[in-house]
């Protein structure tokens, strides 16, 4: 389920609850709602909803957390591949093939990881460029002097880095946000929600509060759930350091 989607569902379920709590109150006697009852409800409510602002605070850290490092594995991944590059160019002429094999695999990254059109379906996965033509390209190398020797040691430990780093990529695509976690804060919301309406006045200026309480919480969620899907979503890793990284091939 989409981000948008379960957004939508956590404001209309937390606003559905003010407005439950608003109908409830009708049917409640007076000393249900007399200023004792209000002062106890309050204080428990008080309990619940630091709980939900607490848990809902570590998965926002915990998810930003995640998101930056991956976007930092990004921009090293494009500054390897730079360095690569240049690296294979000092190696002498016989790297030609590997050079263009290196900008071919990044070309192929970029157009699986950052579809132009935001409708296809974002492929983390690494293709074969990277876990078996390059390598084997940089492989094939035959020194001639310690220069060429040197710079093969160097090429071939950077290409395997880069191929643990794509397949790294793949593997911490899983999400990182405990479903079980969020139902649970959005039931202590619910009931929270619930509580407030039990005991506002049901006039628009309250509503309209409640609604926008309802989209704030709501919108929390859904940055939770946009940051743990760093390539797909729409608060997604900029492409900019791959492509820059890209332009400096072959040169």
């Not at 939900?52 to 976007?71: C, F, I, N, P």
């Amino acid at each position: 389920m989409s981000p948008n989607v379960v957004g939508l569902l956590v404001f209309a379920s937390l606003f559905g609850a003010a407005l439950l709590g608003m109908r409830i109150r009708a049917w409640l006697p007076d000393h249900h709602i007399n200023p004792e009852a209000k002062d106890s409800v309050r204080v428990a409510m008080g309990t619940v909803a630091t709980m939900a602002a607490l848990v809902l605070g570590l998965l926002v850290a915990s998810t930003k957390g995640t998101y930056d490092a991956e976007r930092n594995e990004s921009t090293h991944m494009a500054a390897r591949i730079v360095y690569l590059d240049r690296v294979l160019a000092m190696y002498g002429e016989e790297t030609a093939e590997a050079r263009s094999e290196l900008r071919k695999a990044t070309t192929s990254m970029i157009e699986r990881m950052w579809p132009e059109e935001r409708g296809e379906k974002v492929v983390l996965e690494p293709n074969d460029r990277w876990t078996d033509a390059l390598p084997k390209v940089i492989y094939g190398l035959a020194p001639k002097d310690d220069v060429q020797r040197a710079l093969k040691e160097q090429a071939v430990e950077m290409v395997d880095q880069l191929g643990q780093e794509r397949w790294l990529v793949y593997e911490e695509a899983e999400t990182s946000v405990s479903r079980a976690m969020l139902v649970v804060v959005v039931l202590w919301l619910g009931v929270l929600f619930l509580s407030v309406g039990l005991f506002a006045p049901p006039n628009g200026t309250v509503i309209i509060a409640l609604m926008l309480s309802a989209v704030s919480v709501s919108g929390a969620i859904f940055l939770i759930l946009e940051l743990d899907m760093p390539y797909g979503g729409m608060i997604s890793i900029s492409s900019q350091p791959m492509r820059l990284a890209l332009a400096h091939l072959g040169k």
